[in-house]
């Protein structure tokens, strides 16, 4: 659920709304694309304002400078540890790669 205070988070900011509710969903993004495409286009510079590209490769570089504080020998990263730090296929990625890089 690491997911779950991103929702205030992207509101809060202007960057997106948030309703559980199919229908209403369905009728806004009706309306981004026709009606009100300048509340679409104030969102999409809200949240390019908001992110952080590089994250997944910040996160990636500590686990490794932890990993490598462990022991002397590069670690074997594996899709176990990936995926139980993150459910993001993204980092899953990253961790991977850096794994075969040691290979």
């Known amino acids: ?8 988070y992207v509101v809060e900011n202007g960057a997106g709304i948030f309703t559980r509710c199919p229908d209403e969903i369905a009728r806004r993004v009706s309306d981004w694309f026709t009606t009100k495409r300048s509340e679409l286009k104030r969102m999409s510079k809200n949240a ?3 992110a952080k590209p590089n994250a997944v490769f910040d996160i990636v570089n500590d686990i490794h400078k932890l990993a490598c504080r462990r022991s002397s020998k590069p670690p074997p990263y594996t899709t ?3 995926s139980s730090i993150s459910s993001s296929s993204v980092l899953w990625a990253a ?5 075969m890089e040691w290979e």
């Open 1 to 8: 659920m690491q997911e779950k205070g991103n929702v205030p």
């Open 48 to 50: 390019r304002k908001l």
């Open 80 to 82: 176990t540890l990936a």
């Open 95 to 99: 961790a991977l790669a850096l794994h």
